[in-house]
């Protein structure tokens, strides 16, 4: 028998309890029918990106086609704000949890609490590192591979990429979160392609937190401390966008005077990518709502899910952003 149904027939037996001739009604959907609402507790990253406003949209529309009541949580950006909220959610009683991991370590903790109140657990979009039997799922990209792709694209295209012409294609990259799952992935995904080619080295490598402002900040400073810079590698899109205007005011030409790569492909990265600011863009499909709700109904029955469950992506050059920019959701 479903749980949704366990739920409606001991919450209607209750209500008889109570009331002696309470009516079935009284644990009714809205429809009449005899689903109780499953509660998921999400506990989201933040709003560092274009790429997280899109899957949070994509999380709570989802939530409500499914019929799935969603308590949501925004740890802007911090761990201990993600802790937190799921603690709640497990005071809460929820049904499930979901979280995109600020960070790869240190939940341990809160995941043991979950499954000793046998409160379910999905990952969403990033890995942590614990043991695997303390949550159901990981539903997300592979990070490595995307990674991969653009260090790929570089090897690739390196003939073109040696901006200055010294011989060698310098490099440099503006990290993610320090310590996420994503910034870590990338970075060695990227590095082990890029070993393919002598003449590319990454030069220098920073933090710039996944947002806007950071990737402008640390492109600054590295346009003021190296002036033979080639390549900048970018792990997301709005990074890619600040290391864009960090250029421009330095008086070069972003996507010709230096190369940019990213991740994500979000409509502003695409935008630039199809006017020649940005070169290349390696996809990260963060359109994850409605798979996280159909795992979250498996669980919930009791079926088996896949340890892993992964998205699918592309990558687009300048010719292909242009194709595809006017039909992008986000
Ligand atoms: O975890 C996914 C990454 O987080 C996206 O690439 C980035 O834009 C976001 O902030």
Redesign the pocket.
């Known amino acids: 028998m479903k749980k949704t149904l366990v739920a409606a027939v001991a919450i209607s037996l209750s209500t008889f309890a109570l009331t002696s001739c309470g009516s079935d009604d009284a644990a009714s959907g809205s429809d009449g029918s005899d689903d109780v609402k499953i509660t998921m507790g999400f506990a989201q ?2 709003a ?5 406003t899109a ?1 949070t949209k994509s999380i709570q529309e989802s939530a409500a086609d499914a019929g799935i009541d969603l308590k949501f949580t925004d740890a802007q950006g911090k761990q201990e704000n993600q802790i937190q909220a799921i603690r709640s959610y497990i005071q809460q009683k929820v049904d499930v949890i979901a979280f ?1 991991p600020v960070v790869e370590t240190g939940f341990d903790a809160v995941l043991q609490e979950a499954k000793a109140a046998n409160i379910p657990v999905i990952l969403t ?2 890995a942590v590192d614990a043991d695997p039997s303390l949550y159901k799922t990981f539903l ?2 592979d ?1 490595v591979v995307e990674g991969e792709k653009a260090g790929q694209w570089l090897v690739d295209n390196a003939k073109d990429s040696d901006v200055n012409g010294d011989g060698t294609i310098n490099v440099v990259q503006l990290e ?2 320090t310590g ?3 910034a870590i992935d990338r970075a060695e995904g990227f590095a082990d392609k890029i070993k393919a080619d002598d003449s590319i080295e990454v030069t220098a490598s920073q933090t710039g937190d ?1 947002t806007r402002d950071g990737g402008k900040q640390v492109m600054e400073s590295f346009l003021q401390s190296d002036d033979s810079i080639d390549v900048v590698f970018a ?4 990074m890619g966008l600040g290391a864009i205007e960090a250029i421009e005011a330095a008086g070069l030409e972003p996507g010709k005077d230096i190369k940019i790569i990213t ?2 492909a ?1 409509k502003d990265g695409m935008t630039a990518l199809s006017e020649g600011k940005i070169n290349y863009i390696v996809e ?1 499909n ?1 359109l994850l709502g409605p798979q996280l709700m159909d795992l979250a109904q498996q669980v919930i029955d009791g079926e088996e899910v896949p340890a892993r469950v992964l998205t699918e992506e592309s990558a687009f050059d300048q010719a292909q952003a242009k194709d595809v920019l006017a039909d992008r959701q986000y």
Do not use: K
Request: aromatic share 10%.
């Open positions: 990253v933040g560092e990106s274009g790429w997280r899957n995109s979009d990033r997300g990209s990070f993610g979160t996420a799952a994503p996944f792990h997301n899109d709005d991740i994500d979000v990260c963060p």
